[in-house]
């Protein structure tokens, strides 16, 4: 009786073994071995000893390296992390010691000081990777609604980076978010934002609808609250922001107003990233409208001013080179709003020590639970508009924003 198909198969894989270092004479002998055994053909017989895999090599398995950071470590991270929205980590590794002695001093982090010094030394690479199962969760995308304003374009010069220092603090970009629902049809709320560009300060303010006296008065309340002098207005080409009302007012005030190129809208590419990241990520893309959402936005923005500024890392551009296809982007070390405003010689030292004391007496982790609480009262006035517990949430706003405003600059 024959051999069967896997005997065959294993006489192979043995002669197989000595073919391939076997002389010219010996391979003729175990080729002749092989077709008596098997009864193959010498060419099959051949192709079969040529064709048979080689045997792979064992490898020693791979001593498994023990974690450097233990749970209590990694949990604490996760922590902080969601106390900050939820930074990359390479926003986040250069500011982890400070966040963390904040959060020890208001009672929010009970940690050893070991935790506290594996906490302090983690990489950027390190937290992403620690990280990043909680990070796969999140994402919307909006629709713009500006409408393009002629009146007074001709006064108003276009932005040239000669017309800016955009290294000193106060030369700003300004923007309207809308908040619409994808019903562009009847008034609905708008949000301000105003964005320094050398530090990154960013506020925020709601208003009814697009009108310019209220566009102006949100951007006077929001020049009067920032920490330093604004000496710069870039606008895009929206109606909302050029007409006399605004013109005039940075003639009064002593204000540089430019506005971006028609049809260029990464010239206001700050502003724009503010938006998605601070008001979009925030409060989402649900129609408000009416005085009582108007007010819970203002009271989270009046909270999301603090967080923002002083708790939330930005990193900046610092070069951007191209190769072929590839682009090479340069960040500098991330730093808070704040961290940069400290740094510049240029801002007023009463302001600075104005700034710290506010920073001292700031709790980040109650900041967001008091961020998340607010928004959530916004959802159900959006989904649910009777519900009588919103009377309490609005008072508490109203506490909020008088309780969250930062002393105004020295004049």
């Known amino acids: 009786m024959g051999l069967t198909m896997s005997e065959r198969e294993a006489v192979t894989r043995q002669l197989a073994r000595r073919y391939r270092s076997a002389s010219k004479t010996d391979k003729a002998r175990i080729l002749d071995e092989l077709c008596v055994l098997t009864g193959w053909h010498r060419d099959h017989a051949r192709k079969a000893l040529r064709t048979t895999p080689r045997p792979k090599p064992s490898v020693p398995q791979r001593k498994t390296r023990e974690p450097v950071y233990s749970p209590e470590v990694i949990t604490a991270l996760r922590k902080v992390w969601a106390i900050l929205d939820a930074p990359c980590g390479k926003r986040l590794a ?24 594996q906490l302090a ?74 964005t320094d560009i050398a530090t990154g300060w960013t506020e925020n303010r709601a208003v009814r609808n697009k009108a310019e006296v209220w566009v102006l008065a949100a951007l006077d309340q929001i020049v009067a609250g920032f ?48 938006n998605w990241s601070v008001v979009r990520q925030t409060v989402g893309y649900h129609r408000h409208t009416g005085e009582t959402q108007l007010d819970l936005l203002n009271g989270v923005y009046a909270l999301l001013r603090d967080q923002i500024n002083f708790f939330t890392p930005q990193q900046k551009l610092i070069s951007k080179t191209r190769h072929g296809a590839t682009v090479h982007k340069k960040h500098d070390t991330a730093q808070t709003p704040y961290q940069r405003t400290l740094t510049h010689t240029t801002v007023d030292i009463v302001d600075t020590d104005a700034l710290r004391e506010h920073y001292q007496r700031l709790n980040p982790a109650a900041l967001r639970r008091e961020i998340v609480a607010l928004c959530d009262a916004l959802a159900h006035e959006v989904l649910a508009p009777d519900l009588t517990h919103l009377a309490t949430a609005l008072a508490h706003a109203g506490i909020l924003r008088e309780a969250t405003t930062t002393p105004k600059r020295a004049s």
């Open 94 to 117: 250069p500011f982890l010691p400070d966040i963390v002695d904040r959060l020890l001093a208001c009672g929010e982090l009970s940690i050893s000081d070991e935790i506290r010094y």
């Open 121 to 194: 030394r983690m990489s950027a690479a390190t937290i992403d990777r620690r990280l990043a199962p909680d990070r796969a969760r999140w994402q919307p995308h909006g629709r713009a609604r500006t409408k393009p304003g002629s009146l007074l374009k001709s006064q108003i010069p276009i932005r040239t980076w000669a017309d800016w220092d955009e290294d000193h603090p106060g030369f700003v970009e300004i923007d309207l978010v809308s908040h619409d629902g994808g019903n562009a049809t009847g008034e609905h709320a708008w949000t301000l934002t105003v």
């Open 227 to 274: 920490p330093f002098p604004v000496l710069g207005i870039d606008s895009d080409n929206g109606s909302e922001f050029i007409n006399a009302h605004l013109l005039t007012y940075c003639r009064d005030h002593e204000i540089t107003f430019t506005r971006a190129r028609p049809g260029h809208k990464n010239d206001g590419a700050h502003v724009e990233q503010k």
